[in-house]
């Protein structure tokens, strides 16, 4: 059936006190289904990893990314905790081996099956969560989290203003300032415009939704132009 | 403007180690694109607060109601953690007088719009995540979900095994049980029939995808043909 949970344990980095949290978040609903004892399947499991982990990341990009707006975090948050995210992360992970799945699901593929391996993922989050605590579930996240989100702010997750900021200061003499230039529409649909200046040059434009948000943009704009 | 915060902070029966957060949280965009002194919107609060709301929410009824399935969880959070509940949350303190926001948007309406207030409530949960924990606003979150969720619970959210051993068991002589008389469908989508007896008789049956949700079905159906 199963290989020797302990050499799971050994890589997922932590050991449980109670191991039927474990065996219960690697139990598919199929095996459940199927078996005479009445296991129970992971799906409720899965129900809180899946909280476990939106807020061990919201609570990571909040406090690593301060001038980055609302919009950018649902984003990023969205491309960390999805299927294809916590499928691989269970694959790192071996995950596959250890599941506890019907004979069907089995020669079906089971084992490979994206849905069942992010399930899985999510329900062992809340194994160790119930086990060790939130700090024990955060640490694990995070483990799997921060490869992926360095790869992606690599390639498209800049705070323009901070990259640029930092290109501008090699040289201590130069001065950068952000001005709205313009503002229009009612209250509930605003659109901004700002420039990006280098001493008193107009360096880079953009527009967005709030001030923070068009400021980013220009930053963006004058990166671009200078051939970041 | 906005009145005296110290009155807010009693209604939330939480005092601000660093009242900014809780300024922060009151602050709608609207403001903070009019101002002069560029405040913060409370937009990443917002972010944050929903998954804070969304963890505390789930661990919640997943502690408490270990007969439910995963799919009876997910809609009850939903309904507990969705604009409607968290815009009522917010009447309650009272928290549209302390809002920050523009002219405009104070003269529209904005006060007692409900997205707003919903909004506000998130990131007031935010606010006291960063100022003082998660048991904090665990705490904060509980106050106002579970009146909601006791509410929910006895008009639609039973836990129909439960309740019907309940009422069974104050005649120490009944016995019921469970019996499993039907499984079709492949192993990914499954159909369960089972019947609940009293002693030997039928007094109901239920179908679904899982054991656990034929079981209740079935207690569900018992307890309407007794009528409860």
Known sequence: MAQDIKIL?????????????????????????????????????????????GVVVADYLFRNFPEVPEGELTKKRAALVCEQACCGFSKQLGVGDYL????????????????ILADAFEAIIAAIYLDGGMEEARKFILRFVLPLLKGHTQKSFKDYKTALQEIIQQNPEEHIHYVLIGETGPDHDKHFTVEVRLNSNVIGRGGGRSKKEAEQQAAREALSLMGY
Do not use: P
Not at 100 to 115: D, F, I, K, T, V
């Open 9 to 53: 344990e050994d890589r997922l980095q932590y050991h449980f006190n109670n191991q039927n949290y474990l065996l219960n978040a690697l139990t598919h609903s199929s095996f459940a289904n199927e078996s005479k004892n009445r296991s129970e399947s992971n799906e409720r499991l899965e129900f809180l990893g899946d909280s476990v982990l």
């Open 100 to 115: 506890y799945l019907s004979h069907g699901e089995q020669n079906s593929g089971g084992r490979a099956r994206s849905s």
